[in-house]
């Protein structure tokens, strides 16, 4: 069998034994636990659907996964990553949640949080820009599930507003981990890279494929097949530009065209682009990943200024502007 089932997820449900005492029970759905309904979107391995568990009537998005289609394309790695960042990635609002995996001989199932504001790219094709005040409420959360997942181990190296969901508050949900990295975080304390450093989980496999989106690819990418912790900083800057924009910063005729202007910096600024946000942009589209502006200093950086980084960020201190 090539599919992995360690680690599967599970469901926890409380419920109270015979002398009344709450107790925790492992429960195992499969396809019957649920009704399906809309399909909320296709890719190009799966469909994906909304549904309702029968039993607590809560809505989830079901992503439905061809097996033979799967192995046909040679995609059970990838099909392996997306589960197994998912479940290192159960503890935080912004990004998608998977709360059970299960099979039939046909599909693999991963039952997800539904994101019912669909894609943020959507949204800010409708809007044609957002302003300043907009482009920091989505940009922290953003940056506030990429900070967790990176301190989870995770790199997801395919950042761009098409995976950037939205929920039915319109607070963010980072999705699509089938191209992260999961790098090993078993390393004993005070050895190895030291905490915080950008390169931490710099590839050593010089092999790898390209993986990403041309627009989004960061130059360490490009030119060292290399990618690591800042390079979702790089595409971080990139989307900040975007919402404010309206396009991305490197954008051209064909991939070719495309990764040259991005190794050689060349980008520029619409007229009233804001200055704050020109200048933080300025230090996250930096070819150097080592000289990137890190997490802690973007959070400090004066665009966010009034932002209160922590718990509750996307949970319920603020509205969508
Ligand atoms: P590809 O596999 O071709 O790269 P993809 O990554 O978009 O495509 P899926 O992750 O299967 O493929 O998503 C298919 C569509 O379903 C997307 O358009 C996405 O917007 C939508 N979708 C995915 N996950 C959810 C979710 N949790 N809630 C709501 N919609 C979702």
């Given at each position: 069998?090539?599919?992995?089932?360690?680690?599967?997820?599970?469901?926890?449900?409380q419920?109270?034994?015979?002398?009344g005492?709450?107790?925790?029970?492992?429960?195992?759905?499969?396809?019957?636990?649920f009704?399906f309904?809309?399909t909320?979107g296709?890719?190009?391995?799966?469909t994906?659907?909304?549904?309702t568990d029968?039993?607590?009537?809560?809505?989830?998005?079901?992503?439905?996964?061809d097996k033979?289609?799967?192995?046909?394309?040679?995609?059970?790695?990838?099909?392996n990553?997306?589960?197994?960042?998912?479940n290192?990635l159960?503890?935080?609002?912004?990004?998608?949640?998977?709360y059970?995996?299960?099979?039939?001989?046909?599909s693999l199932?991963?039952?997800?949080?539904?994101?019912?504001?669909?894609?943020?790219?959507g949204?800010?094709?409708?809007?044609?820009t957002?302003?300043?005040?907009c482009?920091?409420f989505y940009?922290?959360?953003?940056?506030?599930a990429?900070?967790?997942?990176?301190?989870?181990?995770?790199?997801?190296?395919?950042?761009?507003?098409?995976?950037?969901?939205?929920?039915?508050?319109?607070?963010?949900?980072?999705?699509?981990?089938?191209?992260?990295k999961?790098?090993?975080?078993k390393?004993?304390?005070?050895?190895?890279?030291?905490?915080?450093d950008?390169?931490?989980?710099a590839d050593?496999?010089r092999?790898?494929?390209?993986?990403?989106?041309a627009?989004?690819?960061?130059?360490?990418l490009?030119?060292?097949?290399?990618?690591?912790?800042?390079?979702?900083?790089?595409?971080?800057g990139?989307?900040?530009?975007?919402?404010?924009a309206?396009?991305?910063p490197?954008?051209?005729g064909?991939e070719?065209?495309?990764?040259?202007?991005?190794?050689?910096l060349?980008?520029?600024?619409?007229?009233?682009?804001?200055?704050v946000?020109?200048?933080l942009?300025?230090?996250?589209?930096?070819?150097?990943?080592a000289?990137r502006l890190?997490?802690?200093?973007?959070?400090?950086?004066?665009?966010?200024?009034?932002?209160?980084?922590?718990?509750?960020?996307s949970?319920?201190?603020?509205?969508?502007?």
């Amino acid at each position: 069998e090539e599919w992995k089932d360690k680690g599967a997820a599970v469901g926890i449900r409380q419920e109270v034994d015979a002398s009344g005492k709450p107790v925790n029970r492992v429960v195992k759905k499969g396809v019957k636990d649920f009704n399906f309904g809309r399909t909320l979107g296709e890719g190009s391995y799966s469909t994906v659907l909304a549904a309702t568990d029968r039993q607590t009537l809560r809505e989830y998005a079901i992503k439905v996964l061809d097996k033979r289609h799967i192995i046909k394309e040679k995609k059970v790695k990838y099909v392996n990553i997306e589960k197994d960042t998912l479940n290192r990635l159960t503890d935080h609002p912004g990004i998608v949640r998977l709360y059970y995996t299960f099979q039939d001989e046909r599909s693999l199932y991963f039952v997800l949080d539904l994101a019912s504001g669909g894609e943020l790219l959507g949204f800010l094709k409708k809007m044609g820009t957002f302003d300043e005040e907009c482009t920091r409420f989505y940009g922290a959360q953003i940056l506030d599930a990429i900070g967790y997942m990176h301190s989870r181990g995770v790199i997801h190296r395919d950042l761009k507003p098409e995976n950037v969901l939205l929920d039915s508050q319109m607070h963010v949900k980072i999705t699509d981990f089938g191209t992260a990295k999961i790098l090993d975080i078993k390393r004993p304390n005070g050895s190895g890279a030291v905490a915080g450093d950008p390169m931490d989980g710099a590839d050593t496999d010089r092999a790898v494929s390209f993986v990403g989106t041309a627009e989004y690819v960061s130059p360490e990418l490009l030119t060292d097949k290399n990618a690591c912790k800042a390079s979702d900083l790089w595409a971080f800057g990139c989307i900040i530009y975007q919402l404010l924009a309206g396009r991305p910063p490197f954008k051209a005729g064909n991939e070719y065209l495309t990764f040259q202007k991005i190794v050689a910096l060349e980008y520029s600024y619409p007229d009233g682009f804001p200055e704050v946000a020109r200048d933080l942009v300025d230090r996250l589209l930096v070819l150097d990943p080592a000289k990137r502006l890190p997490i802690e200093h973007i959070k400090n950086h004066q665009f966010f200024d009034g932002i209160s980084w922590g718990p509750g960020l996307s949970l319920n201190s603020w509205a969508a502007p």
